[in-house]
């Protein structure tokens, strides 16, 4: 899965996209134009068009003709809301557990341990060596019965599949903020410990905790390796079972559930966008 | 803050008179101990359990067992399918990254960030079924295709086979490439361009001796990336083929499934084993050439 | 640190060999639009062999647009740049046979200070060793000899410049071109590259263009000075006459400080602090109100009870200390000798008066936009 290396990718772009310095109204080699031209609509046709076959696919009946038959027959297929439930349970137990452990580490280690932020890196590194098919295999073997027998075992694993993201989205948005000069500023006025965390840790952290919330909640709705071999229905192991029995139907829940993480993708972009525009806005910097 | 009543201060004066090393200890400690039973002791089981034999014993045999017959077929079709797909959609993704870096729409290069990093996250039975809609032999790029006569299924292509899978990972491979080497583009100076022009170097010039070996680190450094992506992947690939391709991966799944030589149960643990050294040294080896890119792109 | 005041035989030696090498530049009234501001606007101006030229000016007023205008970097909407008699309009970048030194990090990381150095002469196909010889001479001749198997990242930001141009000299340019290259580096390094520059032009005899916003430097470097300001040129002069007899209001704020004063006439002269002087060069008949732009040693200050101004400020300046005076709402900034100003203190009152022989008027500020700088 290749969930977790774009993470790397995210600490080398953190602070958006880089712009291309000097005047935007260079001189255009005119071969230069239709080269690009040709690149970007070969790559927008080779991502595009699967995802349209997908979506012609969920919309199709076995003739071969449009119909809404699959999208409309997903509630009622057996397994499907009990996969989906437990999918969305898995969620947000994963994400309430790794917000629970990540955020006062983060900040922590923000404020007061700058030393660990290395071994912190280096750690959420980890995953990508030890990728979930390995992973799966020793936690099996590790995990006391007790445990193997509740589905919740793979949200505590998804714990650690989610860690490096989610520490690399609040480790940005902790340095976005000046944690330091707040919380100085918050203590000198009297605030306690825990009242600077509530008041003015976390307001400061939220939109960074919703890109972290998101991009969690998107792993445990799309894991598929864990899951099955766990032996426990979750949503996309129900869809790839479902799939020897009616491809359209499954198909057609892959569609939404891509569409749904998209959507949620985009959203926390922008709102990750705005709230760093804010940020420069309020102190000036970059 | 004077205030503060008699009852905090003793609480206050206690915490400040506990030794200097046990807050950082406590404050680490959750995420430690999380981090060492969830992440450490299962590979910690897996290693060890490789050099076990069923009985407990101390044993190379797994080893031994992992490097030969159909498990070293699986090791190295898994190499060679992460090599695969680590140079061509990194070449591919590097074009394409340069194609938007070039562009001056900070839209398109906002759109391609966002696009990027789903597609990159794409869960592996998603991926599926979108192929199989798409180059399955009913597939609807199959069927446009052979409407000019170009049905890849009539060139011996097999969308359930390792080329089938080698094809499906270019579209995470190809955004992930994207996402890495985009940063070191935007790391090229104008500045280096207008130089080397003002010298007198042509455009192929340029990137002959200048652009090429400045970015060279970093699409190495991608590649490595895109190799351990596509070396560990397993989702994918098990749902397309439904585990019928010789690979590492696969073959954990099956010895978790129980399909397996019994007495040789604990071969899983070996191909792990043998995975983890590979996925190790991919990451050793991106470390050192990322410092490499660091130092000139800064 | 030493400087290229040496004399070494191989330097000396590599100075005889190199041709004269500055060329005639002359730019014809260059237009360049952006959108919609008009970054040149019908730019005109000749540079003689070996000049070295500044221009100078505030942010956007278009001297970094002329520069890579005349590179080959930006092209023209309208305008010739005809160097040594020839039009360039049909000729690259990459054949205009000029050197350029950029603002800042423009080494090529991969390599090191002498292979950078050689790059031009690598494009120009020379051999190895030819090349190494020459790019080892000039680094000597920047004094970075010992600096030739460093890389870009391991050099401070004064090295690198040196380099780059080093780098830029190599090829024997026949105009040597300069965008801000120093103004990314601290002080005391500017100061130093500064003198470096200059004496290395001199002795080169290279025509030379030099962009910059610091009026110092442009002075203290260039023969002439070009101040522009919106896409023109609002005055091309040595850096005295541009001193001493600014021709526009914008120019004579922009070139070193002034004070400027609202005035009533009186005749063909003006009234300035109950004083009449004479309008340099007869300006101003047809405007409706004046003001004059004072410099600081062109007012003479004493203490005197009845006086309308009070001083406000004061800033030791060394030789001279610089004191501001209120007259009325008008700060005005006088310059004395600090030995006179130890007698005069803040909130004294004084009287101002001009020893100027004239004195230089503007447009009342807020009739004319133009005189706003």
Not at chain 1, 73 to 95: D, E, M, N, V
Not at chain 2, 49 to 64: Q, V, W
Not at chain 2, 220 to 248: E, H
Not at chain 2, 277 to 295: D, E, H
Request: glycine share 8%.
């Amino acid at each position: 899965m290749a969930a977790l290396i774009p993470e790397i990718a995210y600490e080398e772009m953190q602070g958006g996209i880089p712009q291309v310095e000097g005047d935007p109204q260079r001189r255009r080699r005119p071969r230069l134009r239709y080269w690009r031209g040709i690149v970007l609509f070969l790559a927008g046709a080779y991502f595009l068009i699967p995802l349209y076959a997908g979506l012609k696919f969920s919309f199709e009946n076995d003739a071969g003709r449009f119909s809404l038959y699959a999208v409309k027959a997903i509630p009622s297929q057996t397994g499907f809301s009990a996969a989906f439930f437990l999918s969305l349970r898995l969620a947000a137990t994963t994400t309430v557990l790794t917000m629970v452990l990540m955020v006062p580490t983060a900040t922590y280690v923000h404020l007061k341990l700058p030393k660990m932020r290395r071994v912190l890196d280096f750690v959420t590194i980890l995953p990508i060596v030890i990728p979930p098919i390995v992973l799966i295999l020793g936690v099996l073997e590790a995990a006391p019965l007790w445990l193997r027998a509740s589905p919740y075992l793979l949200s505590l694993v998804y714990v650690i599949l989610a860690l490096p993201f989610v520490y690399r989205s609040l480790d940005a948005g902790l340095s976005a903020i000046d944690l330091k000069t707040l919380v100085e500023a918050s203590r000198s006025l009297g605030g306690k410990w825990v009242g600077t965390l509530w008041h003015v840790i976390l307001p400061n952290l939220r939109a960074a905790m919703l890109s972290a919330t998101v991009l969690t909640i998107a792993l445990v709705l799309g894991e598929f390796t864990m899951a099955s071999l766990d032996l426990w229905t979750t949503l996309p192991v129900w869809i790839y079972q479902f799939s020897q029995l009616d491809a359209h139907i499954a198909t057609a829940v892959s569609m939404l559930s891509l569409i749904g993480t998209w959507v949620l993708l985009t959203v926390i972009v922008s709102v990750d966008r705005s709230q760093s525009r804010r940020t420069r806005r309020r102190t000036g910097a970059l | 803050m004077s205030q503060a009543g008699g009852a905090d201060l003793p609480r206050q004066a206690l915490l400040k008179d506990l030794p200097r090393g046990v807050w950082p200890t406590l404050a680490m400690a959750p995420f430690v101990i999380y981090t060492f039973l969830g992440l450490g002791i299962p590979t910690l089981a897996v290693v060890e359990l490789a050099f076990r034999s069923e009985a407990g014993k101390l044993t190379l045999s797994n080893l031994h067992t992992v490097t030969q017959g159909t498990y070293r077929l699986g090791f190295e079709n898994s190499i060679v399918l992460a090599t695969i797909t680590a140079i061509v959609p990194g070449i591919l993704g590097l074009i394409l990254a340069y194609a938007i870096q070039t562009g001056h729409s900070g839209l398109l290069r906002r759109l391609v960030a966002t696009a990027s990093g789903v597609l990159a996250n794409f869960g592996g039975i998603n991926l599926t079924f979108i192929f199989i809609a798409t180059l399955g032999s009913t597939g609807v790029l199959t069927v446009w295709l052979s409407y000019i006569h170009l049905n890849p299924w009539n060139f011996g292509f097999n969308l359930y086979s390792f080329m089938g899978v080698a094809v499906v990972y270019c579209y995470f491979q190809i955004p992930l490439m994207v996402l890495v080497i985009t940063p070191a583009l935007g790391g090229l100076r104008p500045s280096w361009r207008e130089a080397s022009e003002n010298l007198g170097a042509s455009s192929f010039n340029y990137w002959r001796t200048v652009g090429i070996p400045v970015l060279a680190p970093s699409v190495l450094g991608g590649m490595l990336l895109l190799f351990g992506s596509g070396f560990a992947a397993y989702a994918t690939a098990d749902t397309l083929t439904a585990g019928t391709v010789t690979l590492a991966p696969i073959q954990i799944g099956e010895v978790l499934n129980g399909n397996v030589i019994s007495g040789e149960e604990h071969i899983g643990y070996a191909i792990g084993f043998g995975m983890l050294i590979v996925l190790s040294i991919t990451m050793i080896l991106y470390g050192l050439v990322r410092r490499r890119a660091s130092r000139w792109l800064r | 640190m030493t400087t290229t005041q040496n004399t070494s035989p191989i330097v000396d030696s590599f100075l005889q060999d190199l041709p004269v090498a500055g060329a005639q530049v002359e730019l014809d009234r260059l237009v360049r639009v952006f959108g919609q501001t008009r970054a040149l606007d019908g730019l005109s101006l000749t540079i003689e062999r070996g000049e070295f030229v500044a221009l100078l000016g505030p942010s956007g007023c278009g001297k970094t647009t002329a520069l890579r205008v005349l590179a080959g970097f930006e092209r023209l909407d309208s305008g010739r740049v005809v160097v040594n008699g020839q039009d360039l309009a049909r000729v690259s970048a990459q054949h205009r046979d000029m050197g350029m030194v950029f603002q800042s990090y423009s080494l090529f990381p991969n390599m090191n200070a002498l292979n950078n150095v050689a790059y031009g002469l690598r494009m120009r196909k020379q051999g190895s060793r030819q090349r190494r010889k020459k790019a080892g001479e000039l680094l000597e001749l920047v004094g970075l000899a010992d600096q030739a198997s460093k890389y870009p990242h391991q050099m401070s930001g004064g090295q690198q410049q040196r380099v780059a141009l080093a780098r830029a000299l190599a090829i024997e340019p026949r105009v040597l071109l300069l965008d801000e290259p120093l103004s990314a580096l601290d002080a005391k390094v500017r100061a130093e590259l500064r003198d470096q520059i200059r004496s290395l032009q001199q002795r080169l005899a290279i025509t030379t263009v030099f962009v910059t916003h610091d009026q110092e430097e442009a002075l203290s470097m260039a023969d002439r000075v070009c101040v522009m300001k919106s896409g023109r040129i609002e005055q091309t002069a040595t850096p005295a006459t541009l001193y001493s007899r600014p021709a526009t209001a914008f120019v004579a704020e922009f070139v070193g400080v002034s004070s400027r004063v609202p005035v009533e006439r009186a005749g063909d002269e003006v009234l300035v602090f109950g004083q009449q002087c004479p309008v340099r060069g007869g300006a101003g008949a047809t405007w409706d109100s004046i003001d004059v732009l004072l410099r600081p040693e062109d007012v003479a200050i004493e203490t005197n009870p009845d006086g309308k101004g009070f001083v406000t400020h004061r800033s030791f300046l060394g030789a001279t200390t610089r004191l501001v005076v209120q007259v009325g709402e008008i700060a005005v900034r006088v310059d004395v000798r600090s030995e006179v100003a130890a007698d005069i203190e803040l909130g004294n009152h004084v009287s101002l008066r001009v020893i100027s022989r004239d004195v230089l008027v503007a447009p009342r500020v807020g009739n004319d936009l133009s005189a706003a700088s």
